[in-house]
Nanobody, 120 residues
Framework: QVQLVESGGGLVQAGGSLRLSCAAS????????MGWYRQAPGKQRELVAT???????TYADSVKGRFTISGDNAKNTVYLQMNSLKPEDTSVYYC??????????????WGQGTQVTVSS
């Protein structure tokens, strides 16, 4: 019923930048929050950043000052601008969306993940 399509991952040198995008489509009545999580091999998935429909943002301490999350409500799209990347940012990044469908059901959806690799 809902699809989240991510793009923008890749390989970058330390200190470089990448921009991730995630577009939500389907029977969406209202997007409440969108966000990015990441999971490195052997580690738990962790929150990176979230943004509400009203524009309020939260960030993990490890990315504050380097990453910026933004959204385009008209396009149901969220972006993650990642600057000053570090090797420890290497992970699979997952898009997340909390939303309400047209039938009133609220649920959380995940994208398929996009790999970000930062070389030292």
């Amino acid at each position: 019923q809902v699809q989240l399509v991510e793009s923008g991952g890749g390989l970058v040198q330390a200190g470089g930048s990448l921009r991730l995008s995630c577009a939500a489509s389907g029977r969406i009545f209202r997007l409440n929050t969108m966000g990015w999580y990441r999971q490195a091999p052997g580690k738990q998935r962790e929150l990176v950043a979230t943004i509400s429909s009203g524009g309020s943002t939260t960030y993990a301490d490890s990315v504050k000052g380097r990453f910026t999350i933004s959204g385009d409500n008209a396009k149901n799209t969220v972006y993650l601008q990642m600057n000053s990347l570090k090797p420890e940012d290497t992970s699979v990044y997952y898009c997340n969306a909390g939303l309400m469908l047209w039938d009133g059901v609220t649920d959380t959806y995940w994208g398929q993940g996009t790999q970000v690799t930062v070389s030292s």
